[in-house]
């Protein structure tokens, strides 16, 4: 409950930041033991950030962030990034989580826009990240 | 009882396909990997757990049960009814079966695309307009003294790389890295702790981030092996190199460029091009110059970013550039272990490298078009045949979308999103574990993948799994016609 206070105390809960994807050696572990393992989600369903941002944001590692770009949003777990720095800058592992807010705009090439996303990330203390067959129910609902 | 051991064993994971993997085998199970990488030792050791071994069809919303001579009737009736189906995938499993898979596209007049289509077919448009100078990876190993990676971590997604055929290897004429960098590890190391007691003893205030380095350490003037990394962030891999650009997000192209111009003794009139100060570019541009044999190899960050084909273009440009100069050469680091090969066999077959189209009854290529992503999001496909790929978990949310409300058939052996998303799954046998085939290394090397376990007995291998959904189609087709 304190960070919720924290939050509410007058500082701007939200950053402007660019959303980077990619693989990491974690999610390429993750992947082999089976995309409903618990290392899958834990490698994927993650966003990697500045140690100053967390700080501006008022969170603390593990907690949820909410990731929004143009396309959609997505609530992931806040990690420190273990190479720094990069403020404004977050990562987050390919899979279904990233694949939720990404630019599927090809610009007629054939290849969406995976890198590089304006985005805005805010504390979600009151959410928590999917698990991969919620996020499947929710978003892909097969009739 | 004498337990068996495969030696040379290559490894269906990434586009490096090592191939010296050394297997221990008891009861038909893998229990020891020597020499790979965590993320192949994972698939060798892990594999079985998550596998599914029946056919799968989906009955008034949930996936049950069925034979696999229903599970190919389905199929064959989804793809000979649809009139635009989609057929995509093929980077994860065999050559041969790639050829099935081209035959079964042209057979139901739809798309075939491969993965290349989201990880590196902006760098083949770009090959196609400006072509590349490239070679093998044993003669990097053996002669290349610079090694550039840009946009790209091997150390994630190519772990043994450096390892095998850059940096760290030693080839006849070079040496390995190794030792330089151990060596450089320790005087940062040192470096840090001395820091840390001086703030300690001073009282600074010691949580202001580092600062990047902006001198060009003396390592990258001496003879001998270097290794450089581009990137927008600081990567696993930009710590193993000898200097590390940090280059701000969708701006590589600014970069390149200001390479070129650099290289052609031209002058920039500016401070600083894309977060990176000019004087280190100049350096940067000195020392590819100076080189016996260097090479650049780019990732994604180049197709996947603002500039897409244009920023390899003043990539593979400004190889061509340097080569009037000294030796350079350049190569896409490839992703999956035979996207190479599925590039490979779509052009023998069709001659275009991928989002081949059939609708009009002969091959057609115009990425933007026909390509897997942009049909999806115009939702003009109406059923998808996958193989051996996951776009449900890797395709923007929109195009993921638009695949799975379509009937979709997937033909991979592990459980994945797009497979809980299908109508039929068909769970084939792993290649290169359980069954045989060809792959095609990064460098266009073609390799054998090794049988070394048997498969369960509901599984095929996806060859013959295509070929039996392809006969089963032109049945139903002849009955139509």
New interface residues.
């Given amino acids: 409950m304190e960070k919720v206070v924290k939050i509410g105390v007058g500082q701007s809960s939200k950053l402007k930041v ?1 959303l ?6 974690d ?3 993750g992947k ?6 618990e290392e899958y989600w834990r490698s994927v369903a993650i966003c990697e950030m500045d140690p ?1 941002d967390i700080k501006e944001l008022g969170i603390r590692e593990n907690d949820s962030v909410k990731i929004t770009t143009d ?2 949003s997505a609530v992931v777990r806040a990690v420190k ?1 273990e ?4 403020p404004k ?1 977050i ?1 987050i592992p ?3 989580w990233a ?6 705009k ?11 996303i304006p985005a805005e990330i805010e504390p979600a203390p009151r959410e928590r990240p999917l698990s ?2 919620e996020l ?1 129910k929710k ?2 609902k ?2 | 009882m004498k337990v068996p051991v495969f030696s040379g064993v290559t490894c269906p994971v990434c586009g490096s396909f090592c191939d010296d993997i050394e297997l221990t085998v008891k009861d038909g199970v893998v229990t020891k990997v020597k020499n790979a990488c965590a993320v192949g030792e994972a698939k060798f050791l892990k594999y079985a757990d998550h596998r599914s071994a029946r056919p799968l069809i989906r009955k008034n919303g949930e996936l049950v049960e069925a034979s696999l001579d229903e599970a190919i009737r389905k199929s064959a009736e989804i793809l000979a009814e649809a009139s635009y189906p989609i057929l995509y995938g093929w980077s994860c499993t065999s050559c041969e079966a790639i050829r099935v898979g081209l035959e079964l596209a042209e057979e139901v007049g739809g798309v075939i695309d491969n993965t290349s289509t989201i990880c590196h077919g902006p760098s083949t448009l770009s090959i196609q307009d400006i072509g590349i100078s490239s070679c093998t990876l044993g003669q990097l190993r053996h002669r290349a003294d610079l090694v550039f990676y840009w946009g790209s971590n091997p150390w994630s997604a190519h772990p043994r790389h450096i390892d095998r055929y850059t940096a760290f290897s030693t080839g006849r004429f070079q040496t390995s890295a190794w030792r330089g960098y151990l060596s450089r590890l320790t005087a940062v190391l040192t470096k840090k702790r001395l820091l840390r007691a001086a703030n300690l003893i001073l009282m600074r205030d010691v949580s202001a981030p580092p600062k990047m380095d902006h001198r060009l350490p003396y390592s990258l003037f001496r003879k001998g092996r270097k290794m450089i990394v581009v990137d927008v962030r600081r990567t696993r891999s930009a710590e193993l190199a000898d200097y590390f650009i940090q280059v701000k997000p969708n701006s590589d192209y600014e970069l390149l460029q200001a390479l070129r111009m650099l290289i052609r003794d031209e002058e920039l009139d500016i401070d600083e091009v894309a977060g990176v100060p000019v004087e280190i570019l100049e350096e940067v541009a000195d020392v590819m110059i100076g080189c016996e044999l260097g090479i650049l190899f780019f990732g994604l960050g180049l197709t996947m970013s603002e500039g897409k084909l244009r920023n390899v273009d003043a990539a593979l440009s400004l190889v061509r550039d340097l080569n009037q100069r000294t030796k350079f050469l350049i190569m896409p680091m490839r992703g999956h272990f035979n996207v190479t090969g599925a590039d490979v066999v779509f052009t023998w077959q069709t001659g275009y490298p991928y989002a081949v189209d059939f609708s009009e009854g002969y091959p057609r290529y115009n990425p933007g078009e026909t390509s897997v992503i942009d049909i999806l999001c115009r939702g003009e496909a109406d059923a998808g045949l996958v193989v051996a790929s996951d776009p449900v978990a890797h395709f923007p949310r929109e195009a993921a979308q638009n695949l799975v409300k379509n009937p979709l058939i997937v033909i991979d052996p592990q459980v994945t999103p797009t497979s809980l998303m299908a109508d039929v799954v068909i769970p084939s046998a792993f290649v290169g574990i359980e069954v045989e085939g060809t792959a095609y290394r990064m460098d266009h090397v073609p390799l054998p993948l090794k049988k070394i376990v048997e498969p369960p007995r509901t599984c095929l291998s996806d060859t013959e799994i295509l070929q039996r959904i392809l006969r089963e189609v032109r049945r139903i087709r002849g009955k139509h016609n």
């Fill in positions: 660019s980077l994807t990619g693989r990491t050696i999610q390429g572990k082999e033991f089976g995309k409903l393992s100053t396309y959609g990034s190479r720094t720095p990069h800058v990562f390919y899979g279904p694949s939720l807010i990404v630019n599927p090809t610009h007629g090439t054939g290849m969406p826009s995976l890198k590089g991969l067959p499947l978003h892909y097969k009739e």
